[in-house]
């Protein structure tokens, strides 16, 4: 059974810094699908990034950014210039195709101002 | 944030009481989701509909039951709950078929309390 793991389960940053949210996942397949999702303390969970395996190309959205190490099974999420709207609970979730949305168990994300 | 609705916010319900949750989603999509998430737990996949059929079932109770009359509209009867079913239960939808590869777009969640 594919896992994702998340092993921070509550990070702190400075506004205006950058913070770093790591995520790993174990599968033996090599195309598949990566995501981050964000749920603010209101619970509705928006998507942050999506990634596809077969893209060597990190995706980045405005100050969003991901580090994609398909050898090492891993990937982290960036923040910069981390605002107060950032605080949340970021998910790490991972996907084959036909096969349903695997979730790690999260990272609660404060931001200090 | 109201592509996807979800009512009531809250419930609390005794362990012989039915109540129903309700799901419908504006965004035109055509496959639909229940998750049941709870503290320091991934979420958990409860059912998945592509075009109101039923395409997974993660081998959730039979007391959970799960009805989509069309594209648009989602419920999860409840019937007989147990105090461990206390969580939030979200509802999700997306554009394609059900597969894990698309983007979903979730609701705010119902908090349930059973006690």
């Known amino acids: 059974a594919q896992t994702v793991t998340q092993s921070q389960p509550e990070m702190s940053v400075q506004e205006a810094e950058t913070v770093t949210l790591s995520c790993t996942y174990d599968?033996?397949?090599?195309?598949?699908?990566l995501f981050w999702y964000k749920q603010p303390p209101s619970r509705q969970m928006i998507l942050v990034i999506r990634?596809?395996?077969?893209?060597?190309q990190n995706a980045t959205e405005n100050r969003f950014s991901v580090n994609f190490q398909k050898a090492a099974k891993s990937f982290s999420l960036k923040i910069s210039d981390s605002q107060l709207g950032d605080a949340a609970m970021y998910f790490c979730?991972?996907?084959?195709?036909?096969?349903?949305?695997?979730f790690g168990t999260g990272t609660r994300l404060t931001i200090i101002p | 944030e109201t592509g996807v609705t979800q009512t009531p916010r809250h419930l609390v319900m005794g362990m012989t009481n039915k109540k129903s949750l309700k799901c419908e989603q504006h965004?035109?999509?055509?496959?639909m989701y229940w998750y049941k998430q709870s503290a320091k737990k991934p979420l958990e996949l409860m059912f998945v509909y592509n075009f109101k059929e039923q395409t997974e079932n993660n081998s959730v109770p039979s007391r959970f039951s799960p009805e989509c009359p069309n594209s648009s509209h989602l419920f999860l009867h409840l019937h007989t709950l147990q105090p461990e079913d206390s969580a939030l239960y979200l509802c999700a939808s997306s554009r394609g078929r059900g597969r894990g590869e698309e983007t979903q777009y979730f609701g705010p969640g119902t908090r349930l309390l059973v006690l």
């Open positions: 599968t033996s397949e090599s195309d598949y699908y």
């Open positions: 990634q596809e395996a077969y893209k060597q």
């Open positions: 979730a991972y996907a084959i195709g036909n096969e349903k949305l695997t």
């Open positions: 965004l035109g999509h055509n496959a």
